[in-house]
């Protein structure tokens, strides 16, 4: 997950948008209620599910990724994250 800090996040599960406030140190993707967040703009309403509350004004962070996120607009979580497998080299 190439992101910045400042960058804005968000899918079209849930209502949650949260804003990095420190960048992953690892590559990997952060997702809320199952679904991987992005910068891109939803396409559709939010549905309601039944997940952990993602609380407005809430910081959360993953110290083995590197990250941290304030949220901006509450919604159904949970927030995780998950590492990208790195390539190995070729074996001939």
């Given at each position: 997950?190439?992101?910045?800090?400042?960058?804005?996040?968000?899918n079209?599960?849930s209502?949650?948008?949260?804003?990095?406030v420190?960048?992953?140190?690892?590559?990997?993707?952060?997702?809320?209620?199952?679904?991987?967040?992005s910068?891109?703009?939803?396409?559709?309403?939010?549905?309601?599910?039944?997940?952990?509350?993602?609380a407005?004004?809430?910081?959360?962070?993953?110290?083995?990724?590197?990250?941290e996120?304030?949220?901006?607009?509450?919604?159904?979580?949970?927030?995780?994250?998950?590492?990208?497998?790195?390539?190995?080299?070729?074996?001939?």
């Amino acid at each position: 997950m190439p992101v910045a800090p400042g960058a804005r996040l968000r899918n079209d599960v849930s209502a949650c948008e949260v804003v990095v406030v420190k960048a992953p140190t690892q590559a990997g993707e952060l997702s809320c209620a199952g679904v991987v967040m992005s910068t891109d703009a939803r396409t559709g309403a939010p549905t309601v599910g039944a997940g952990e509350a993602i609380a407005l004004g809430k910081r959360y962070s993953n110290d083995e990724a590197g990250i941290e996120v304030l949220c901006v607009a509450p919604g159904e979580g949970p927030l995780t994250t998950q590492k990208q497998a790195t390539a190995l080299p070729a074996s001939d």
